[in-house]
């Protein structure tokens, strides 16, 4: 009845067994894939707060979610973790909701939620504060500033507001309100609140709905710094002696900061330790450097690892600032660094990065690499400002015409004379003949031109005596025609125009007396004109404001003094007499349109006589001695001379 029949197979070790099989025939049951039943996971999202612990149930195939609530209701249906009839059960696949029924097809475990009648799924604080006391109106409060869309670093300083009030005998234990902890409670990413810049309704994105507040001892925190925000470490790790770790606190920027914020692990890759630099009060951190906790560090990460952080946690941070440029609104982490473009401004920067990056890309074709200049005061940007905000292959222009100008600079180096090679190397003086490393072809190093084949440099000298005649005679006619710049010795041609010179090096002098052009307290331009410069008495529309103020140069040149009256018994009593009454055709300054006898009577009412300048603030846009026609209301008076202009030209149309 039975029968046995073997076969012959090959083991994993590649030899030849003999296998036997029963050759008995059974009657297997067909597959029935409705009653067949696969496992599933169910995790409660805010088992945290409930204490609901991970459940694992078989569901068969034509199951969707409503059959597992049902068997969730089931299961909690005794204890004290009961689901009601009447509670909303919201299921989540990864880290997005279900909206449908089905149960998505692969699905090894969903997450759920338990609401209530009245639960609207917003978002709720926990005060868990040992020896301190949170009434439920002020969590009420807190809770309202968090639905408003406060930061986090705002739910702490009222929080800690409401704290004092409360707790009127214990205020020692409250100093600062880094002490607050804000600790995300459930969802995919438990743990602190880390940033003060975060909006903390935001942690809804993690599935989270629970924020537990409590508070820490005094000076039981760090404050890490930067991208113009601010993270905050509580307990952190000590030493043996109670100072600050360095190879922990980098790591803690690196884990809990810069990574902390992506769910994918994959976002770790290329973030080292040793690529953040820590400072502490402006000095670089040591390994053996002695900080207590309650400090404030600053870190900085390379401009790649910046970057991408800065655009992971946008989600997180509102936009609060406003560019003066682009008029957009920004995050104060798209602000340049401590709110300064470059070390020695003395000045808040209102400007966002990326119009800093236009403007050095804009600057550098129009000046020298060296001469780029911050767009908000006269400081020069240096090797690292334009890393900072410049974008890549900007940068990389930079870089390649820094790393020019340094080679150019040494006695020795040669750049090749092949236009297509941009390659260059160091030749020995006493050498006259050399090759290229990259494009192997040679350079007469004692001319400076390709090399003269067939013949020496006698020789080639001789041939081109008559050249090089002629380039000295050229030289010599730039030199009668041109002045050399006084900031880089390099000769200027100037054809048309004002006075006022600027070069391409960014120096800016007078072009008869080479005097140095500066911008005052009040960014008017002037000149230290010499005395034997004609603007040294009588300054040029362009300096002191002068261009914006057009009655300064109506008056003529002063007229000279007159000799001085002697009266006996003393002199008489001064009358005061009406400038318009004396006023007329003859007296007007040069340079008022005519006609318009009214606009220049009401001009000279306005107590033209007195001084609208104090010699103190500038003393190069009011000459002693020269009359002066200009009320103090610069503004009104340039409107009224337009004015006159315009009704001169209508009077002419007609």
Request: hydrophobic share 30%; proline share 7%; charged share 30%.
């Amino acid at each position: 009845m039975f029968s046995r029949w073997s076969f012959t197979t090959t083991s994993r070790n590649g030899e030849f067994t003999s296998y036997h099989k029963d050759g008995r025939r059974h009657r297997s049951r067909p597959r029935d894939p409705v009653r067949e039943r696969k496992r599933i996971d169910l995790v409660d999202i805010d088992s945290t707060i409930t204490g609901r612990d991970p459940l694992n149930i078989g569901i068969k195939e034509t199951w969707n979610l409503g059959h597992v609530a049902e068997k969730l209701r089931k299961h909690y249906s005794d204890d004290d973790q009961e689901i009601l009839e009447d509670a909303e059960i919201r299921f989540f696949w990864v880290d997005k909701p279900l909206e449908g029924n089905d149960i998505p097809n692969g699905a090894s475990s969903l997450h759920y939620r338990v609401l209530g009648e009245k639960d609207d799924g917003a978002v709720r604080l926990v005060w868990r504060g040992a020896n301190l006391k949170l009434r439920k109106h002020q969590i009420d409060a807190v809770t309202r500033k968090v639905a408003a869309g406060r930061s986090v670093g705002s739910i702490r300083e009222t929080t800690l507001n409401l704290l004092r009030a409360s707790n009127e005998k214990k205020g020692l234990l409250l100093r600062d309100a880094n002490q607050i902890v804000v600790e995300a409670a459930g969802g995919l990413r438990e743990g602190p609140l880390q940033g003060n810049n975060w909006e903390a309704r935001k942690v809804q994105t993690w599935l989270c709905r629970y924020l537990i507040i409590n508070v820490r001892p005094v000076d039981d925190y760090f404050v890490l710094r930067g991208f113009n925000e601010e993270y905050v470490w509580h307990k952190p790790y000590r030493n043996s002696r109670g100072y600050a770790d360095v190879h922990k606190l980098k790591s803690w920027v690196k884990d809990e900061v810069l990574t902390s914020i992506c769910n994918r692990k994959s976002h770790r890759r290329g973030i080292e330790t040793d690529d953040i630099r820590l400072t502490y009060r402006g000095k670089p951190i040591k390994k053996l450097n002695h900080i207590r906790p309650g400090e404030t560090i600053d870190f900085e990460v390379p401009r790649s690892i910046e970057d991408k952080f800065i655009d992971a946690e946008a989600w997180l941070v509102p936009l609060t600032e406003e560019c003066i440029v682009c008029s957009d609104e920004k995050r104060v982490s798209e602000m340049p660094n401590k709110r300064r473009i470059t070390a020695a401004c003395e000045h808040n920067s209102n400007m966002c990065k990326e119009c800093v990056g236009t403007w050095i890309a804009s600057s550098l074709d129009t000046v020298t690499w060296d001469r780029l200049k911050c767009p908000e005061c006269p400081q020069l940007l240096k090797y690292e400002n334009v890393r900072a905000f410049a974008t890549r292959q900007i940068f990389e222009r930079y870089d390649t015409l820094a790393v020019k100008a340094l080679l150019s600079s040494m006695p020795e180096f040669m750049w090749c004379l092949n236009p297509g090679c941009n390659s260059g190397q160091i030749h020995p003086t006493f050498c006259s003949r050399a090759k290229c490393h990259a494009c192997k072809r040679y350079l007469c190093v004692r001319h400076n031109v390709p090399w003269h084949k067939g013949e020496t440099c006698e020789e080639y000298e001789r041939r081109t005596r008559r050249q090089r005649r002629n380039d000295r005679a050229s030289e010599q006619h730039v030199k009668e025609i041109a002045k050399p710049c006084p900031g880089c010795k390099k000769n200027v041609h100037k054809f048309t125009g004002c006075d006022h010179v600027t070069c391409i090096c960014g120096h800016e002098w007078c072009w008869l007396c080479f005097g140095r052009y500066y911008r005052d307290e009040h960014d008017f331009l002037q000149c230290h004109h010499t005395r034997e410069c004609r603007y040294h008495d009588n300054p040029p529309n362009y300096e002191g404001g002068r261009a914006f103020m057009p009655f300064l140069n109506m008056a003529g040149p002063p007229p000279p003094p007159a000799p001085p009256l002697i009266f006996p018994g003393g002199p008489p009593r001064p009358r005061r007499v009406d400038a318009a009454a004396q006023a007329g055709p003859g007296n007007r300054p040069p340079g008022f349109p005519p006609g318009n006898e009214e606009l220049f009577q009401f001009l000279l009412r306005r107590q033209m006589h007195r001084n609208p300048f104090d010699p103190n603030i500038n003393i190069n846009m009011v000459r002693p001695g020269q009359p002066n026609f200009m009320g103090p209301d610069f503004l009104e008076d340039a409107l009224l001379f337009n004015l006159g202009h315009l009704m001169q030209r209508t009077d002419r149309d007609r």
